[in-house]
C-alpha cells in the first residue's frame, strides 16, 4: 500500500514534490496514519484502524484547514465504501461548506451523487474506470481498483464479471474485510444465474477466510 493516500486522493493532496521544500510533519504524520487506518480497516483490525484514524484527524487539526481535514475523512470513507459498506460519509457533512471543490467533488462521487464538471476534479484513476468500466483492471492501486468497483456497483454499472477483479484484489492483498462482502455479492449474483456450483465455490472461500474469527466479528 505504497503511497496509499497519495493514490487514492492524488488530486486532494498538499504533499510536497522533490522540488518543493519538505512537506510539514503534520502532514506526514496525517498521511501515514491514513494509509496505517485504511490498511488496518481493510484487514479487519478495526482498534488499531481507529487509533491511526485519531492520530491523522489530530494532525491535521492543528492547521484549522477544512479541506486537508476533510480529505481524511473521504480517505476513511472511500475504505469503507470499498469494503462495500453504505455510500455515505457523515464525518464530511461539517466540513463541507468550507472545504474546496475537489474535496466535494470526491464526497459526491463515492456517495453516488455526481453533478456535471465533478469528473474532471476526481482522481485519474476513478475518472478513467467511471468513463470506462471495462479498464477496472488497469487501475495499478489496489485500493484505487476496489474503490472504483464499488462506485460502478453502486451507480449499476459494474461489469458482472468484474466482481472478481474486486475478489482477486482484495484477495491479494489479505484485506478480510472487503473480501468477505464481495464474496457474499458474487455468490448470490452466481446463484441468481442458475450457476450452483460456481457459487458454492465461492461460499467456500468466503468460510476460509472467516474461519478464524469470532462469530460476533464476522459481517460488520
Known sequence: MRCLFTLVLSALLLAACAHQPPPPDWLL????????????????RDRLAQSQLQTARAAVSRTGNASAMARIELHACAARIASLQ????????????DAGQAENAYFRYLTGQLVEGDLALLPVAQQAAW????????????????????????AGRLPP????????????????????????????????????????????????????????????
Not at 504524520?29 to 479487519?44: I, K, V
Not at 468513463?131 to 453502486?154: E, M, T
Not at 477483479?165 to 457474499?184: E, F, K, M
Open 29 to 44: 504524520t496525517a498521511r501515514s496514519a491514513s494509509e496505517q487506518h485504511a490498511r488496518f480497516y481493510l484487514e479487519g
Open 86 to 97: 453504505p455510500p455515505a460519509c457523515p464525518e464530511f457533512q461539517p466540513l463541507a461548506d
Open 131 to 154: 468513463r470506462n468500466p471495462s479498464s477496472l483492471s488497469d487501475i495499478a492501486d489496489s485500493l484505487s481498483r476496489l474503490l472504483a468497483a464499488a462506485a460502478l456497483l453502486h
Open 161 to 220: 464479471s468484474a466482481g472478481q477483479i474486486a475478489i482477486d484484489t482484495a484477495s491479494q492483498q489479505g484485506w478480510r474485510r472487503p473480501l468477505v462482502h464481495w464474496l457474499q455479492l458474487e455468490e448470490e449474483r452466481l446463484n441468481r444465474a442458475g450457476d450452483a456450483a460456481a457459487a458454492a465455490a465461492m461460499a467456500r472461500q468466503r468460510a476460509r477466510v472467516l474461519a478464524d474469527l469470532p462469530e460476533a466479528a464476522v459481517e460488520r
